[in-house]
């Protein structure tokens, strides 16, 4: 990685925070986190688990929604206001400013999720006598949510290198949505023993991101045990997934004219 | 063969555009050299394919076909643009950071770095007139300070070539001054300038050399001089003392002629008809006060190239 690609990255990263949606939708996830134990009040005894679902599923919302809106916006926008003319007219390569995008996004991904899981550790430590916290498999939930929304972003990234912000954005929660759904569509038809769909279900299988693998939020609402292996399994397929839509859309951006 | 700062063998691009991918040439092959330490002036209309030349040298644009380098290297070399400062028409900085701080980032990309980048930069926005600006995002610049930033970067890791695209464009009379004097201060350096404009005055004023590009075709290129050789298009001659057979003489032969306080001023259609009609003065004892070559102007060549061009592509006439 070169030195132009993490300059890149800290200035993504130092727009991205000077974002109103980033505030906007941070502030209500963790407003809604801190809300959970209100709402937790009105069930007895599971206050523990509502708490955890809750703040899991606030940083997976609140989260893609910010990966899909400020990823579709980090080389469509930079080509809306040429900002990125004399970036590139400088001995950088297209794929280099597209990585150092992406990794920007990412670094603000990772504050967002951080932000959230100790805003979700607080909540869930006033309630640790109910049931313990599994400190490992707490991590490994927000650090699969962190892959979740780094693959939401690489898909929000390689369709702004090609599309208009609004179509990006549609597309990449279109398919992060399939990706969600998917693994349920798959067991029915499997159950169903559609023979004649096996082959749509392969190629969907192969092309859809597999969100619910990078989901390990019944581990910290129910403490379902985890095993390193697994998590690092299902680390390596996000980050291998996301890898592989950055490096797309890198060729895409390559090719493409910046006029 | 001096060394060529810029070289472009039949240099291409065709844009589709719309639903149903409608072609149009932007360029056709240019073939275009820039000889290392000159100030070459790219002018043309607008659509004329100024722009895109830049943007395809930058490497903004891939070409359709052809062929372009940099002081030899080929422009699909990165590290061909290590070589060159780019000022993009109307340019645009990331409007939440500070000046310096856009110096940084540029200049970071550029590999430039620490103290000695942030020595540059600042002693590079004092040049600019930006020095009282430091503390103001560009958020609240004007277009002119915007476009001082722009040069400014450009500079910024004293690029031997800087490619500016219409660096006068938008700026008041004494922005368009400045702008002239830090283009022929930096080819004075010894630094090559190549800039595109459609402000003709400028280039009359600092180009060594000119391109003329409409319709996506060099249609003129040359030293500014040699763009005027042969295009005298009359010769004026002013005398005084002149009987008036002479006078009706002189009438005959030119194409025009007036009397003033000084005498009469006559214009003649070539050199050979004023060089008859000044013997004719000589024999008569009258006195010759001057004898002036009208040259079209650049202004003048361009216009005609330009109604020449739409006339031969088929288009509307630029002027009736």
Redesign the interface.
């Known amino acids: 990685m070169t030195s132009s690609t993490l300059t890149i990255a800290r200035v993504t990263l130092a727009e991205a925070l000077r974002d109103r949606l980033l505030y906007n939708l941070v502030v209500f996830a963790v407003l809604l986190v801190a809300g959970s134990l209100t709402i937790s009040q009105l069930t007895l005894g599971d206050q523990f688990r509502i708490i955890a679902n809750i703040g899991t599923s606030a940083t997976q919302v609140f989260g893609l929604l910010i990966a899909v809106f400020l990823g579709v916006g980090l080389v469509s926008r930079e080509m809306d206001r040429r900002t990125c003319y004399p970036a590139l007219a400088r001995p950088v390569s297209r794929a280099g400013f597209v990585v150092g995008k992406y990794l920007g996004l990412l670094a603000t991904l990772g504050l967002n999720v951080a932000l959230m899981a100790a805003a979700t550790g607080v909540m869930l430590s006033l309630y640790v006598g109910q049931q313990a916290l599994s400190v490992p498999a707490f991590a490994a939930a927000f650090a699969l949510t962190f892959l979740q929304l780094a693959v939401a972003g690489a898909l929000a990234v390689l369709f702004s290198t090609f599309s208009t912000a609004t179509l990006s954005a549609i597309f990449a929660l279109s398919i992060v949505g399939a990706g969600w759904l998917f693994g349920e569509v798959r067991a029915f038809w499997v159950a169903a023993r559609q023979v004649e769909l096996k082959g749509l279900i392969r190629v969907l299988d192969a092309l859809l991101p597999n969100m619910s693998l990078l989901d390990l939020k019944e581990s910290v609402t129910y403490g379902d045990p985890v095993t390193l292996g697994s998590v690092l399994a299902r680390a390596a397929y996000g980050a291998g997934y996301a890898g592989v839509l950055v490096a797309l859309a890198a060729l895409v951006f390559s090719r493409r004219d910046v006029r | 063969m001096a060394d060529l700062a810029i070289r472009c063998q039949g240099l291409s691009k065709t844009?589709r555009l719309g639903l149903r991918a409608r072609r149009v040439d932007a360029l056709q092959g240019l073939d275009l050299a820039v000889e290392a330490g000159t100030i070459y002036g790219f002018v043309g209309p607008n659509g004329a394919g100024k722009s895109?030349t830049i943007?395809i040298l930058?490497?903004?644009?891939?070409p359709s076909a052809g062929h372009a380098e940099l002081f030899g290297r080929p422009i699909a070399d990165?590290?061909a643009?290590?070589a060159?400062g780019?000022l993009?028409e109307?340019?645009?900085?990331?409007d939440?950071m500070k000046p310096l701080e856009v110096m940084r980032?540029?200049g970071?990309?550029?590999?430039l770095?620490g103290r000695a980048l942030d020595r540059r930069a600042l002693e590079l926005l004092e040049q600019v007139g930006l020095s009282r600006a430091l503390d103001l995002t560009v958020r609240k610049f004007s277009k002119g300070m915007v476009q001082r930033l722009?040069l400014a970067?450009?500079v910024l890791h004293d690029p031997p070539l800087l490619?500016l695209d219409e660096p006068m464009s938008g700026l008041d009379p004494m922005g368009r001054k400045e702008v002239r004097d830090l283009i022929v201060a930096q080819a004075r350096r010894g630094k090559t300038i190549f800039f595109s404009t459609h402000i003709l005055n400028d280039v009359e004023t600092i180009c060594d050399r000119v391109g003329m590009v409409m319709g996506g075709r060099l249609v003129r290129e040359g030293a500014l001089r040699s763009l005027f050789d042969g295009s005298v298009r009359a010769v004026e001659v002013r005398c005084s003392a002149l009987p008036p057979e002479v006078d009706s003489a002189l009438l005959a032969m030119a194409t025009s002629g007036s009397t003033n306080p000084e005498g009469h001023a006559y214009l003649f259609p070539d050199h050979g008809a004023a060089h008859a009609a000044l013997a004719r003065v000589v024999a008569a004892g009258a006195s010759v006060l001057s004898v002036q070559p009208i040259r079209e102007s650049l202004e003048e060549t361009f216009v005609r190239l330009a109604a020449d061009t739409r006339a031969s592509d088929g288009g509307p006439p630029l002027h009736d």
């Not at chain 2, 970071?108 to 590999?111: D, I, P, Q």
């Open positions: 844009y895109t943007k930058v490497g903004l644009v891939a990165p590290r643009r290590q060159i780019y993009p109307n340019p645009t900085f990331h939440f980032y540029l970071a990309l550029s590999g770095g722009g970067q450009a490619i």
